[in-house]
């Protein structure tokens, strides 16, 4: 994992500019996450930040990049946690940020189903037939009636 969600680029202009988009060149990167570049280097290399990378092979930053800059920083820092624990935490971030995006999707799907379940049933009822009388249940009761068959009389 490099530390990032998906990108999705479908539908943007090309020259529309996200948190998604590299800008950043590593100096300016550096500079803006308050970090050294050989430190931004090293995430790199340990798959902490993986930033875009250009035909030359330059590193270019985008804005997601230099906040997970500053996240694991932080996590270091203050919160006393090795690299390879804020690389495990980046992941389950992301595998949460994943399975959410997932449960939103179904449950889309899901109300979409019980809607077009609804349309489907409120149809069916449209479609009774209107010169039918409901059944109603007889009330039970504990008489006993005997039935006996006539007897035909013989001639």
């Known amino acids: 994992m490099d ?10 202009s090309p ?8 800008v950043y060149v590593i100096s300016v990167a550096a500079q803006l996450s308050g970090l050294h570049p050989q430190t ?23 804005a997601r990049d230099i906040e997970l800059l500053r ?9 006393g ?5 804020i690389k495990r935490i980046i992941e389950l971030e992301n595998q949460v940020a994943a ?8 449950q889309a799907a899901l109300d979409g189903a019980a809607a077009a379940m609804q349309q489907r049933e409120a149809a069916v009822h449209a479609s009774y ?17 005997v039935w006996r068959p006539k007897r035909q009389q013989q001639d």
């Open 40 to 62: 931004l280097r090293q995430y790199d290399r340990l798959g902490l930040v993986s930033p875009d990378r250009t035909a030359g092979r330059g590193r270019r930053y985008s």
């Open 81 to 85: 946690i090795n690299l390879a624990g």
């Open 129 to 145: 037939r209107r010169d039918l009388v409901p059944y109603q249940e007889v009330q039970q009761t504990s008489a006993l009636v």
């Open 71 to 79: 996240q694991v920083q932080q996590l270091s820092q203050d919160e």
């Open 99 to 106: 399975l959410q995006s997932r449960v939103a999707e179904l």
């Open 15 to 22: 020259y529309e500019l996200t948190d998604e988009t590299p």
């Open 3 to 12: 530390g990032r969600r998906p990108r999705q680029r479908g539908g943007f």
